[in-house]
T-cell receptor
Framework: QKEVEQDPGPLSVPEGAIVSLNCTYS??????FMWYRQYSRKGPELLMY????GNKEDGRFTAQVDKSSKYISLFIRDSQPSDSATYLC??????????????FGRGTQLTVWP | GAGVSQSPSNKVTEKGKDVELRCDPI?????LYWYRQSLGQGLEFLIY????????KSGLPSDRFSAERTGGSVSTLTIQRTQQEDSAVYLC?????????????FGQGTRLTVV
């Protein structure tokens, strides 16, 4: 079993839909939870991060972490065609001042059609 | 440049040849990471540098893979006697050491094809 599980999709939604992306994990030591967005033939870019449990909102994006269930989510409201990309969840152990190794899910490929 | 720079962007090599992949991190970033991304897979961790030392190289898949970092800056990932299963996108990332949460910034990757 991989430490981080993510449904690879693909996921196809109409413009304006609410998108829900999820990951589960097995390592209870994970403290940092991140979502990366990766456009085709580009490197991943950080979208949001959360420390420990709770919610975080940034514009149309909301990240949720439920450590008791070892489950994280990313919600995208009012999705746009420009949101079409692969979304990767990533996690790390709290190592103090350094980020350390990131553990990634497989990524979910999202297409938002006009 | 302002971002993480990787070269070459694409590399086609014959099976059995050695290849070197280069990463120029963001200036001043102390941590540097190598990941590998195969088609339809997530990012597979290879090695992590803090300065010039590698406290975690547990992800290197075999002794054909090695990496070094010099001057706390540029890093080179070397794959000896390449195999077809080595074909993937090799991504480098760097992050600063600030004492709080820090972000890993990724380069565009080197697409390696072994024929």
């Amino acid at each position: 079993q991989k430490e981080v599980e993510q449904d690879p999709g693909p996921l196809s939604v109409p413009e304006g839909a609410i998108v829900s992306l999820n990951c589960t994990y097995s390592n209870s030591a994970f403290q940092y939870f991140m979502w990366y967005r990766q456009y085709s033939r580009k490197g991943p870019e950080l979208l949001m991060y959360t420390y420990s449990s709770g919610n975080k909102e940034d514009g149309r994006f909301t990240a949720q972490v439920d450590k008791s269930s070892k489950y994280i989510s990313l919600f995208i409201r009012d999705s746009q065609p420009s949101d079409s990309a692969t979304y990767l969840c990533a996690m790390s152990v709290d190592r103090g001042s350094t980020l350390g190794r990131l553990y990634f899910g497989r990524g979910t490929q999202l297409t938002v059609w006009p | 440049g302002a971002g993480v720079s990787q070269s070459p962007s694409n590399k086609v090599t014959e099976k059995g040849k050695d290849v070197e992949l280069r990463c120029d991190p963001i200036s001043g970033h102390t941590a540097l990471y190598w990941y590998r991304q195969s088609l339809g897979q997530g990012l597979e961790f290879l090695i992590y540098f803090q300065g010039n030392s590698a406290p975690d190289k547990s992800g290197l898949p075999s002794d054909r893979f090695s990496a070094e970092r010099t001057g706390g800056s540029v890093s080179t990932l070397t794959i000896q006697r390449t195999q077809q299963e080595d074909s993937a996108v090799y991504l480098c990332a760097s992050s600063p050491d600030r004492g709080t949460y820090t972000e890993a910034f990724f380069g565009q990757g080197t697409r390696l094809t072994v024929v």
